[in-house]
């Protein structure tokens, strides 16, 4: 796929994101900080271009499930 299509996806992907959490520019900026979710696009394009962006956007919310549930485990050990 060319860069012009890799980037329309990218778009829908966040923009749908940003409807199913229901965020603003900003709200959406703080959760890519956290959970890399323009870079997980950038390097997981190829492999996911075929799932859809609602396939996408459910990987991205299990992979920041993830990430919140080992930052709990890690938050819980550092406790004890």
Do not use: C, W
Request: charged share 25%; net charge negative.
């Amino acid at each position: 796929m060319d860069l012009s299509n890799q980037l329309f996806l990218q778009i829908e992907i966040v923009h749908l994101y940003m409807l199913r959490h229901n965020l603003t520019p900003e709200q959406f900026l703080e959760h890519d900080r956290e959970y890399g979710i323009l870079e997980f696009l950038e390097i997981g394009y190829e492999p996911y271009h075929l799932t859809g962006a609602e396939g996408v956007v459910n990987e991205i919310d299990a992979i920041a499930a993830e990430q919140r549930d080992a930052k709990a485990a890690q938050e819980r050990a550092t406790q004890h």
